[in-house]
């Protein structure tokens, strides 16, 4: 019981089910601000243009007794819509604008491949060539000779 119990703490430690866990209660939250606003501003727009109280009563069809509802497939695409936009410029832009701003101050990264990993080639070659065996590893390409 003791090593579930372990095994449990280290996954909900674990820096993804928190990442996870932030992206949820974000994304509920989002949500909840994206519906006060459809409610409260779009809805009453649809209701002045088309005369239905929200998108879910627009292009509303009965075949043989059945209710079709196009307006509720569209009221549920523009809710996702409003949220995606919404995460999108106020979370995901800044975040993105923060790493660029971060990455102008870090070093370019190394040439490669390294001056230590060409000492290690050379090496390896010296080596297999004593051994008489070839002068690359199985798998890996030859390096250009040097000068």
Same mark, same amino acid.
């Given at each position: 019981m003791k090593g579930v119990l372990n095994g449990f703490k280290e996954f909900v430690l674990?820096?993804?089910?928190?990442?996870?866990? $932030?992206g949820v209660v974000i994304g509920t939250a989002f949500s909840a601000i994206i519906t006060s606003v459809v409610d409260g501003l779009?809805?009453? /727009? #649809?209701?002045?243009?088309?005369?239905?109280?929200?998108?879910?009563? *627009?292009?509303?069809?009965?075949?043989?007794?059945?209710?079709?509802?196009?307006? /509720? #497939?569209l009221d549920a695409v523009f809710k996702f819509l409003c $949220?995606? #936009?919404?995460?999108?410029?106020f979370i995901v832009l800044p975040m993105n604008h923060l790493a660029a701003?971060?990455?102008q101050n870090v070093e370019p990264e190394p040439e490669?491949?390294?001056?230590? *990993?060409?000492?290690l080639q050379?090496?390896?070659?010296?080596?297999?060539?004593?051994?008489?065996?070839?002068?690359?590893?199985?798998?890996?390409?030859?390096p250009p000779p040097t000068v």
């Open positions: 674990r820096g993804n089910a928190i990442d996870l866990a $932030v779009i809805n009453p /727009l #649809i209701a002045a243009i088309f005369g239905e109280p929200d998108l879910t009563g *627009v292009g509303n069809f009965t075949i043989n007794g059945a209710l079709f509802s196009l307006g /509720l #497939i $949220v995606a #936009i919404a995460l999108y410029f701003m971060r990455k490669a491949p390294a001056e230590d *990993v060409l000492v050379e090496i390896r070659d010296l080596l297999a060539a004593q051994a008489g065996g070839p002068s690359a590893a199985p798998g890996r390409p030859t």
